[in-house]
């Protein structure tokens, strides 16, 4: 089955420093990437659709600057959490979609704690 | 805007027991997605429904997608203590090329 790696899968950081996570689909080509947040025991919040080669599309009220995402490749997209705060704490999650299916698989996660 | 409900919220189940969870949208699905996710971990795709009425099956796990393509449901016969998680169903996000997840149904399996 297809694998979508995340890195890394722990974070501690400090307010006010930018943590960068990155998430790679190893055996496919990924048009597309989406980044999502997880927070304890809630479901997963969709924050941005990634393609290739073109800028994310943003969901309503994911600050851009602050989130920012890159997909450089077909095999890789970036998320960086800029300028951290405590209740940027959460677990940051990526999925990959192939060309023509549907399915996303996902990434194993990243638990991001701001002190 | 699009919402899509699961319930119950959370279900505790001696082992052995059946369990089933319910997913209501509220717009018509061009197709549905069941995921689970373990504690701690990342969720996992299950299976995926397109036609109206579908009803496929995985062992103990049985999947429904209503004649209306707006509801869903998973079934778990004699549930084990590894079939513990949070299961979610995921629909297309309308206009979009991206899915929409469920609020989740977390279930324990007491041993």
């Known amino acids: 089955g297809a694998v979508v790696s995340q890195h890394p899968s722990r974070v501690i950081c400090k307010s006010g420093t930018s943590v960068k996570i990155e998430c790679r689909s190893l055996?496919?080509?990924?048009?597309?990437m989406f980044w999502y947040r997880q927070f304890p025991k809630k479901s997963l919040m969709l924050m941005a659709t990634?393609?290739?080669?073109?800028?994310?599309?943003?969901e309503q009220g994911v600050e851009k600057d602050k989130f920012l995402i890159n997909h450089a490749s077909l095999t890789l997209s970036t998320l960086t959490v800029t300028s951290a705060h405590p209740e940027d704490s959460s677990f940051y999650i990526c999925?990959?979609?192939?060309?023509?299916?549907?399915?996303?698989?996902f990434g194993p996660g990243t638990r991001l704690t701001v002190l | 805007g699009q919402q899509v409900m699961q319930i119950p919220q959370y279900q505790h189940v001696q082992e052995g027991e059946d369990f089933t969870t319910y997913c209501n949208s509220s717009t018509t699905l061009s197709n549905i997605q069941w995921y689970k996710q373990r504690p701690g971990g990342h969720p996992v795709f299950l299976i995926q429904?397109?036609?109206?009425?579908e009803v496929k099956k995985q062992k103990r796990l049985t999947f429904q997608f209503g004649e209306a393509k707006k509801n869903s449901s998973l079934h778990i016969t004699a549930t084990q203590t590894t079939d513990v998680g949070t299961y979610f169903c995921?629909?297309?996000?309308?206009?979009?090329?991206?899915?929409?997840f469920g609020t989740g149904t977390r279930l324990t399996v007491i041993p």
């Open positions: 990634s393609n290739e080669g073109s800028k994310a599309t943003y």
């Open positions: 055996d496919f080509q990924a048009t597309t």
């Open positions: 999925s990959a979609v192939g060309q023509g299916i549907d399915t996303q698989y």
């Open positions: 429904l397109v036609k109206s009425g």
């Open positions: 995921a629909g297309p996000r309308v206009g979009a090329n991206n899915l929409f």
